[in-house]
């Protein structure tokens, strides 16, 4: 049976809440994306903002709530009640029951446990409600937080991405990992 995308849900955990976008999230969304730290580790270019990329940007959460096939929600700091991030599930595969995920949090929500949590809820929700098969992302080998809280929810890397990055550094291999349903199920 197809994953129904439709519903937004609200995912409560002890440090985090994933919940759909609010208005009055955007300027710390904002914030977020133009952190250097999340550009990097993402492997974005850097943005010079304008208002056209306000604009779009504003629209594109705006509209994130009733989008038909990918859920995005934020990740909210239960410890203030603000927004510190968003997860992602997207590139939905019906044939298949598999999703693309990914997870950025803002300058403030690092470091103290929140990205194990959200990724733990979204993925748990991922298979017990959505009925996927397979979660997969890919990682930058420059990125080794981000790698131990995939494997601590139970990623495993299934291949290097030999140079998928030219960065100021040089260039950069990322590391496949994907997260099955049975592995899933065995860990809960
Ligand atoms: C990656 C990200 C989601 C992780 O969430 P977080 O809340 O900062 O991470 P947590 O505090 O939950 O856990 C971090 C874990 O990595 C470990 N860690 C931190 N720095 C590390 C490093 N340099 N090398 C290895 N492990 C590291 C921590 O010790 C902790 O593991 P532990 O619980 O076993 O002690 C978040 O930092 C983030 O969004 N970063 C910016 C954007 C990004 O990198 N997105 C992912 C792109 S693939």
Known sequence: MAADFSVKPVLTGDKVTLRPFAADDFPAIRAALLDPEVT??????P??????????TRDWYDTRGAQPDRLDL???????????????????????AACNFR???????RDRGLGTEAVRLIIGYG??????HRIALEVYDFNPRARRVYEKAGFVAEGVLRDALRTPD???????????????????
């Open 127 to 132: 298979f017990a409600r959505l009925g996927l």
């Open 47 to 56: 943005v010079a903002w304008d208002q056209a990329i306000e604009d779009r």
């Open 170 to 188: 040089g260039w950069a291999d990322a590391t496949a990992m994907a997260i099955l349903a049975p592995d899933w199920r065995a860990r809960s």
């Open 74 to 96: 934020a990740v909210e700091d239960r410890a203030t009640g603000r927004w510190a991030g968003e997860v992602v599930l997207n590139r939905y595969d019906p044939d298949n």
């Open 103 to 109: 997870i950025m949090l803002g300058p403030g929500g």
């Open 40 to 45: 990097r580790l993402t492997g974005s270019r």
